[in-house]
């Protein structure tokens, strides 16, 4: 179904069993489901969400008030 992501020069996957990095990810996803459940796993998505909505609010803060001494240092 999936090919394989990177093979070794031999021929060899990178993973074992033949497996490439699409399906260990997917197995380490179901592992992960079965040992946490999904409610953990939904607190988990909720949270990275917030911390990436708060880090690209900061970003585009950090962005403008560069800007601004920008023009600030061009009009001196």
Same mark, same amino acid.
């Not at 992960?32 to 803060?61: C, Y």
């Given at each position: ?32 489901? !079965?040992?946490?459940?999904?409610? @953990? ?12 909505? $708060? ?5 585009? $803060?950090? $962005?403008?008030? !560069? ?7 061009? $009009? @001196?």
């Amino acid at each position: 179904m999936f090919k394989k992501f990177k093979e070794m020069q031999d021929g060899r996957t990178l993973f074992a069993f033949g497996l490439g990095l699409p399906e260990a990810i997917i197995i380490g996803v179901v592992i992960v489901a !079965l040992f946490f459940g999904g409610r @953990k796993i939904g607190d988990w998505a909720r949270g990275l969400g917030r911390f990436t909505t $708060e880090f690209k609010r900061g970003k585009m $803060e950090a $962005e403008q008030e !560069l800007e601004e001494i920008k023009h600030v240092v061009q $009009e @001196k």
